[in-house]
């Protein structure tokens, strides 16, 4: 057993150092304005005070944000639909820098939450050392940029783990309600969506459908018909989320994408043939996932890896799957020594538990992932999230 309880406390102890001296890294960043919360918290003012025909108004957006965060040269513009502007409407009422210490506390009370919810299905975790659920969460490298970005992926996280847990107490149309709320990142939300409907899981969907209508018609109470249809016309613009990831703006480019969009888009050299070689990868993956046993893990492994738009921030998500494959692992340890392999394994099965800790490592050493994010290589992450989709564990 090498994980012995006191050498999880040193390796945790240093994963917090790590953590904090990476957040305390942006201070600039918070103080000039130059992080998402900018867009949400413009939103939410928008939103507030009646002036959601302006909401995707690129125009708009860059002056409100100017005058309310920090003056710069280029507006973030405001992709996500309109219900998701919803939470920052109260946080609008102070100023930039009060909000962004309200959200900080609320993501970390939340990143909590859903270690709690997860607590129950992390028991060879909690058996090694009890606070080893929350610390995992805790020292998450990409849980740590979502705070000091104000990004919602922790609300995300919440969400899926929130699912998973009713979807084990065989709930499933509680758990694709919940899962509906994830349509704060649509093009995380859909994909996962898409595989349960290939699963037929018909309560599930039927969750999902049911609170997907419902946030549609809220987001229509929120903004009108006409403005609901100037949203999905801005969504498949030139001025959209893909061109705006091709053109390196809005906060996020292509190559900075830690997905397979990424990774052959930096290969390519980001061509049409990228974009190509992408759709035929996700639906080889999609088609290969249709064929295993239901498991919301594999699914959002499945569209994390698959997306057309991702942020660095979304990567936190992968607590869930993560923290369920570091449970299976202990579990395996603490259990009695393995018989060697059958012959008539494939080679992927044969050395499933060496890929796995190789993935693992990549995300969970702190500083090997703080390296691959500032060298701009982030798009290589993409391999060891598509080794833990083929190797899934649930």
């Known amino acids: 057993m090498f994980f012995t309880r006191k050498r999880l ?58 005058q309310l965060v920090a003056p710069m040269p280029a507006a973030l513009a405001f992709f996500a639909p309109p219900f998701a502007a919803l939470p920052f409407a109260p946080l609008s009422l102070v100023t930039y820098r009060q909000a962004f210490w309200f959200l900080l506390a609320i993501n970390l009370a939340l990143l909590l939450l859903a270690a709690h919810i997860m607590r129950p299905h992390l028991t060879a975790l909690a058996e090694r050392w009890p606070p080893l659920p929350y610390l995992l969460f805790i020292t998450f490298i990409p849980a740590g940029l979502t705070l000091v970005m104000g990004q919602v992926s922790i609300f995300m996280l919440l969400f899926f783990c929130m699912s998973f847990a009713s979807l084990h107490r065989s709930r499933p149309f509680l758990a694709g309600l919940v899962l509906s709320l994830a349509l704060i990142k649509f093009q995380i939300a859909l994909p996962v969506a898409l ?49 705006a990831a091709s053109t390196g703006t809005n906060n996020v480019s292509v ?125 290589l992450l993409a391999l060891p999230i598509l080794a833990l989709a083929l190797c899934p564990c649930d």
């Open 9 to 66: 406390k040193l390796y945790l102890a240093g994963l917090v150092i790590v953590q904090l001296a990476t957040c305390l890294g942006f201070r600039s960043s918070v103080q000039s304005g130059a992080i998402d919360l900018r867009v949400y918290y413009t939103a939410g003012y928008m939103l507030r005070t009646g002036q959601t025909a302006l909401l995707y108004n690129l125009p708009a957006e860059k002056l409100l944000q100017n």
């Open 195 to 243: 595989l349960f409907l290939l699963w037929r899981q018909w309560r599930f969907i039927a969750g999902f459908l049911t609170g997907s209508s419902l946030l549609a018609a809220l987001s229509v109470f929120l903004i009108g018909a006409r403005e609901s249809r100037l949203y999905l016309h801005t969504l498949l613009s030139g001025t959209g989320p893909l061109a």
């Open 255 to 379: 190559h900075r994408m830690p997905n397979l969009y990424g990774l052959l888009a930096t290969v390519t050299g980001h061509n049409h043939l990228s974009l190509v070689l992408t759709l035929a990868a996700c639906l080889a993956l999609l088609a290969w996932a249709a064929f295993q046993r239901p498991s919301l893990p594999l699914a959002l492994l499945i569209s994390v890896g698959t997306g057309l738009y991702l942020f660095p921030c979304d990567l936190a998500l992968l607590l869930l799957p993560l923290s369920l494959l570091c449970n299976q692992l202990f579990a395996e340890d603490d259990a009695l020594p393995a018989t060697a392999p059958p012959p008539h394994l494939s080679w992927l099965q044969k050395h499933r538990r060496d890929i796995l800790f190789c993935a693992l490592g990549t995300f969970l050493i702190g500083p090997a992932l703080i390296e691959i994010i500032v060298n701009n290589l982030i798009f």
